[in-house]
């Protein structure tokens, strides 16, 4: 036998103050009809009480407490097969990996903080695939769609700035890569959780839009970095700052109207990462959780038998038998005298 919720067995210590107490309250009532009545009168004024059944009226009660405890817990044994059917969403994260992801405005820099929050979003995940695509002057599937999620956090750990060797930042060939990257049709919405800065060195965002609402794509987009700007840390020399090819320091900004027009042409939804919230959990709980799901996989697995009825059952009849249990036992007209 095992237990489908352990801890309520812990419950079962408080049974111990409580006998406890009711020993207490009954031994002192005792007392008290000792000092108003003596034996003699006891008997002769009330013969059927009986101190037995005053004792078992508190142990039957105990013992339905008891059970009731310990059908919290859900005691388990035995087995039998079950269909387990498992649904979910398909949902790709396309990951901005350009140099302006090394900016410091979200500490300790935005791809790492991006990379932080996706691996939280991992946890609410239950029967969801998610795939990974990497960008930044160009675009390649990273992961593709799994339910393996250790597999996704190990390529998701891989993914570092200066990644894809063409620089510079084109989201709408991204989207077209992640739009290739799902399989087949299905009953199930769709998901791309587009996280960037909004930067765009190639356009093409209108004719992005339009493929995506053909195939009834939903993107969630997250803006990463502050609207002021800062400067980007260059690679490898510490405390220098990347310049352009007129010795210019580069600075980059967050864009969110790209974002925001790609997330509410979609049906999805646009959120700013911050330093308390990234957003991502949020825009799950909150949307993406709701979405339709469609059915993954259906197998037989073999599932414990809960047995906590029975437990019930029987403190329902102790609490029943308690109540109709009296402190005056069975009489004849010639035991009183």
């Given at each position: 036998?095992?237990?489908?919720?352990?801890?309520?067995?812990?419950?079962?210590?408080?049974?111990?103050?409580?006998?406890?107490?009711?020993?207490f309250?009954?031994?002192?009532?005792?007392?008290?009809?000792g000092v108003?009545?003596?034996?003699?009168?006891?008997?002769?004024?009330?013969?059927?009480?009986?101190?037995?059944?005053?004792?078992?009226?508190?142990?039957?009660?105990?013992?339905?407490?008891?059970?009731?405890?310990?059908?919290?817990?859900?005691?388990?044994?035995?087995?039998?097969?079950?269909?387990?059917?498992?649904?979910?969403?398909?949902?790709?994260?396309?990951?901005?990996?350009?140099?302006?992801?090394?900016?410091?405005?979200?500490?300790?820099?935005?791809?790492?903080?991006?990379?932080?929050?996706?691996?939280?979003?991992?946890?609410?995940?239950?029967?969801?695939?998610?795939?990974?695509?990497?960008?930044?002057?160009?675009?390649?599937?990273?992961?593709?769609?799994?339910?393996?999620?250790?597999?996704?956090?190990?390529?998701?750990?891989?993914?570092?700035?200066?990644?894809?060797?063409?620089?510079?930042?084109?989201?709408?060939?991204?989207?077209?890569?992640?739009?290739?990257?799902?399989?087949?049709?299905?009953?199930?919405?769709?998901?791309?959780?587009?996280?960037t800065?909004?930067?765009?060195?190639?356009?093409?965002?209108?004719?992005?839009?339009?493929?995506?609402?053909?195939?009834?794509?939903?993107?969630?987009?997250?803006?990463?970095?502050?609207?002021?700007?800062?400067?980007?840390?260059?690679?490898?020399?510490?405390?220098?700052?990347?310049?352009?090819?007129?010795?210019?320091?580069?600075?980059?900004?967050?864009?969110?109207?790209?974002?925001?027009?790609?997330?509410?042409?979609?049906?999805?939804?646009?959120?700013?990462?911050?330093a308390?919230?990234?957003?991502?959990?949020?825009?799950?709980?909150?949307?993406?959780?709701?979405?339709?799901?469609d059915?993954?996989?259906?197998?037989?697995?073999?599932?414990?038998?809960?047995?906590?009825?029975?437990?019930?059952?029987?403190?329902?009849?102790?609490l029943?038998?308690?109540?109709?249990?009296?402190?005056?036992?069975?009489?004849?007209?010639?035991?009183?005298?």
């Open positions: 036998m095992h237990w489908g919720d352990a801890r309520f067995l812990h419950g079962l210590w408080a049974l111990l103050p409580l006998a406890w107490m009711l020993w309250l009954i031994r002192r009532r005792e007392r008290k009809l108003l009545l003596d034996g003699e009168a006891s008997a002769r004024l009330a013969p059927e009480r009986s101190r037995a059944r005053v004792w078992a009226k508190a142990l039957v009660w105990l013992l339905a407490c008891a059970l009731a405890i310990l059908a919290l817990a859900r005691p388990q044994w035995g087995s039998r097969w079950q269909e387990v059917r498992r649904r979910g969403l398909d949902i790709l994260v396309v990951l901005d990996t350009s140099n302006s992801m090394r900016a410091t405005d979200l500490t300790p820099n935005r791809l790492q903080r991006a990379k932080w929050g996706i691996a939280d979003l991992l946890g609410q995940l239950s029967g969801d695939r998610i795939g990974l695509v990497a960008f930044a002057g160009s675009s390649f599937l990273a992961c593709p769609l799994t339910v393996d999620y250790a597999a996704f956090s190990m390529m998701l750990d891989d993914v570092h700035p200066g990644i894809i060797p063409r620089g510079g930042t084109a989201i709408a060939q991204a989207l077209q890569t992640a739009l290739e990257s799902f399989e087949g049709k299905g009953g199930a919405d769709r998901v791309i959780v587009l996280i800065d909004g930067e765009d060195h190639e356009g093409g965002i209108d004719q992005a839009i339009a493929r995506l609402r053909e195939r009834k794509v939903r993107v969630f987009a997250v803006g990463v970095g502050a609207a002021a700007g800062e400067f980007i840390p260059a690679s490898g020399a510490g405390g220098a700052f990347l310049r352009d090819r007129s010795g210019n320091i580069v600075k980059t900004a967050l864009r969110e109207e790209a974002l925001e027009k790609i997330a509410l042409a979609t049906g999805g939804r646009y959120v700013r990462a911050t308390d919230d990234f957003g991502l959990d949020r825009a799950y709980s909150e949307d993406i959780a709701n979405l339709q799901r059915e993954r996989e259906s197998k037989l697995a073999r599932v414990s038998v809960e047995r906590f009825p029975w437990f019930l059952a029987a403190a329902a009849l102790l029943a038998l308690e109540s109709l249990l009296g402190e005056r036992r069975r009489t004849t007209p010639g035991d009183v005298r």
